[in-house]
């Protein structure tokens, strides 16, 4: 992934395509392709490879379902490919994260936060909502290092509520050296330099 991030919006509604760009094209980071249909999607897709994140609506002509999800996953290379939709039901999500899919931004998601959820997806973290409930430690582009496991998730919930180490380790029964070792290793898969950046970070993916 380079620095600059090539995001592909596939979806039909032309009002919401032009929102996302306008709001996106504040951070010159991002390059903005439309894609209006499954079609469109595909032939970007099959002609470009370097699409870094692919946001797909469920919904647009042309697609049919998980079938059309798979095609689109198998041509995507290593571009992240994420759900963006506004009416997903959970067992739909729970089976395109295991298919290899990146997660879901919803439709009404705050596009203030729509720049830092791309970017952390673009870093190898799955996103969903915390609400909708779906674990996505098992979500997987080929870059295990960026999974949480529920005793990381567990961990950063506990440090955002401004526990210490020592704490923490005494709730859960565990050494001080060891959840030193886990907060490391959170750092590393959020792309985070320390604790605070860490929770952010999981704060601004829905993680917690």
């Given at each position: 992934?380079?620095?600059?991030?090539?995001?592909?919006?596939?979806?039909?509604?032309?009002?919401?395509?032009?929102?996302?760009?306008?709001?996106?094209?504040?951070?010159?980071?991002?390059?903005?392709?439309?894609?209006?249909?499954?079609?469109?999607?595909?032939?970007?897709?099959?002609?470009?490879?370097?699409?870094?994140?692919?946001?797909?609506?469920?919904?647009?002509?042309?697609?049919?379902?998980?079938?059309?999800?798979?095609?689109?996953?198998?041509?995507?290379?290593?571009?992240?490919?994420?759900?963006?939709?506004?009416?997903?039901?959970?067992?739909?999500?729970?089976?395109?994260?295991?298919?290899?899919?990146?997660?879901?931004?919803?439709?009404?998601?705050?596009?203030?936060?729509?720049?830092?959820?791309?970017?952390?997806?673009a870093s190898g973290v799955p996103f969903v909502p915390a609400q909708l409930g779906v674990n996505t430690t098992f979500c997987s582009q080929g870059n295990s290092a960026a999974q949480l496991?529920?005793?990381?998730?567990?961990?950063?919930?506990?440090?955002?509520?401004?526990?210490?180490?020592?704490?923490?380790a005494w709730h859960l029964g565990l050494a001080d050296v060891t959840i030193k070792y886990n907060m490391r290793n959170i750092c590393e898969k959020l792309q985070a330099k320390n604790r605070?950046?860490?929770?952010?970070?999981?704060?601004?993916?829905?993680?917690?």
């Open positions: 992934m380079t620095d600059n991030l090539n995001i592909l919006i596939a979806d039909d509604h032309e009002l919401i395509r032009d929102a996302l760009v306008l709001a996106l094209r504040q951070d010159e980071t991002f390059e903005l392709i439309p894609a209006s249909n499954y079609d469109e999607t595909e032939a970007i897709l099959t002609k470009r490879t370097d699409i870094d994140i692919v946001m797909l609506d469920v919904v647009m002509p042309g697609m049919q379902g998980r079938a059309s999800l798979e095609a689109i996953l198998s041509i995507a290379g290593q571009a992240k490919v994420v759900l963006f939709s506004g009416n997903v039901t959970r067992d739909f999500l729970s089976e395109a994260l295991g298919c290899g899919c990146a997660g879901l931004i919803p439709k009404d998601l705050r596009l203030s936060s729509l720049g830092s959820v791309l970017k952390l997806i496991s529920e005793r990381d998730v567990t961990i950063l919930r506990m440090v955002s509520e401004g526990r210490t180490n020592k704490e923490i605070a950046q860490a929770v952010n970070n999981a704060r601004t993916s829905g993680i917690i």
